[in-house]
């Protein structure tokens, strides 16, 4: 029998997976924002079973859910996350802890296999209380500072409180030992159409899109909305309007296959239904994995900005407030996917990028990392009947599995037959 061959147990990786969902249950997806009681329910439900791995168990200060392996040899670091955006989907996130433990159970516990998986589930990756919290800390790039002033977005709990209350006030927080791990690999559904558009089972991500977002203000002259002529008006709200349908005129010519843009928020000021607007604001983002595309439209926004501006009658600034750049995926873990895809998926595999945010961004600014796709039905996500087919659960966590062993034994190359 060829020595990649695949241990994995569909029925317990389907299995765990119904368990998860049945915390926190909302129709048929979860309820699970940070730090509720279904979501601390399912970090506990981990640490219950990652023993059965080999591995010692903790939930460390911010909420991160960590096993450790004593086993000898090279050490992958495998998962995700385990809280739900609100009222939201069961397998954004608990696939990738899930397929992160069967790989642990399957590679652990046989002597025959190098090394060891660890397995982590990152708290709030869904950014009820800020951005990649759990990932960050792990990282070393969050301080004591930045927890004490972080609150949930829904709720506005301090997020001290809501530590305190889950029995985590005064623990260590788990931080990256350098070295440890010869990378980190995560799981994921798709979220998209790509996968089933396509007929295929796989996406080896190539890239993680960086996410710029800018705040473009109109200054024009708040008057009466009765009295004032329609060619005196100097209306903020109106050159908000026209800037809107001249991105959408000009970004195409000049943006690449996969760059995505919004504008998000529309604020007028006063906002009243007689009184023109004095000023306006927009919340534009961007998103590619190429920062020269990005330079390029930022370009374009800013002498848009000039343009609109010399001429009148309302002027235009053009603020940066967020730069992210893209996470390029570890181009061996890639390799590694793929010849795991071949040898248990039929080869039904594509490279693409991530239009979406992952842990696995923050992890690779200190280790390699990649990541994998699953179909996602109709490419819903972030609601709660997002869903994937079983069939597909149980290949993308052979694939998996498969991947984790590849890159245990050294490369993406060498069990490729
Ligand atoms: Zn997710």
Same mark, same amino acid.
């Given at each position: 029998m060829p020595d990649h061959h695949s241990h994995v147990d569909g029925a317990r990786v389907l299995a765990d997976l119904h368990a998860l969902r049945a915390i926190g249950a909302y129709k048929t997806g979860v309820h699970k924002p940070t730090f509720s009681e279904p979501h601390i329910r399912s970090l506990h439900w981990l640490t219950e079973r990652l023993p059965e791995a080999g591995l010692t168990a903790e939930i460390d200060g911010i909420g991160n859910v960590l096993g450790t392996s004593s086993k000898p040899g090279p050490k992958l670091l495998a998962g995700s996350h385990l809280e739900s955006q609100n009222y939201a989907g069961w397998l954004d996130g608990p696939l990738g802890v899930i397929y992160a433990l069967e790989a642990a159970r399957v590679i652990n516990a046989d002597p025959a296999a190098p090394g060891a998986i660890e397995v982590a589930a990152w708290c709030d990756e869904e950014g009820h209380f800020g951005s990649f919290l759990g990932s960050r800390s792990y990282i070393g790039g969050v301080t004591e500072a930045d927890i004490d002033a972080? $609150?949930?977005?829904?709720?506005? $709990?301090a997020m001290r409180d809501a530590l305190r209350e889950a029995g985590l006030a005064g623990r260590t927080r788990a931080v990256c030992e350098r070295g440890r791990h010869i990378g980190y690999l995560e799981a994921h559904i798709e979220q998209g159409q790509t996968l089933e558009d396509s007929g295929l089972k796989i996406g080896v991500v190539t890239s993680i899109v960086g996410i710029w977002q800018y705040r473009i203000t109109f200054t024009g002259e708040q008057n009466h909305a009765g009295t004032t002529r329609m060619a005196d008006r100097k209306d903020a709200g109106l050159a908000l309007a026209r800037f809107c349908v001249a991105i959408d005129d000009r970004f195409p010519a000049h943006c690449g296959p996969r760059t995505v843009w919004t504008n998000g928020r529309i604020a007028l000021d006063p906002g009243a239904p007689s009184i023109i607007p004095g000023s306006a604001e927009m919340l534009f983002q961007i998103r590619d994995d190429d920062p020269a595309v990005i330079a390029r439209l930022e370009g374009l926004l800013r002498s848009m900005a000039v343009e609109v501006s010399a001429h009148g009658p309302c002027t235009v600034g053009v603020e940066c407030i967020r730069t992210g750049a893209p996470a390029i995926m570890d181009a061996s873990f890639q390799s590694a996917i793929e010849a795991a895809s071949t040898a248990?998926?039929?080869?039904?595999s594509i490279r693409m990028p991530s239009g979406a945010g992952h842990d696995a961004q923050v992890l690779a600014t200190v280790m390699p990392a990649a990541m994998l796709f699953v179909p996602s039905i109709g490419g819903i996500s972030h609601h709660w009947t997002e869903n994937t087919e079983e069939a597909d659960i149980v290949t993308g966590a052979e694939v998996y599995v498969d991947a984790c062993r590849r890159l245990l034994r050294g490369s993406g190359h060498d069990g490729s037959r």
């Open positions: 972080a $609150r949930d977005r829904t709720g506005g $709990r248990v998926a039929c080869g039904k």
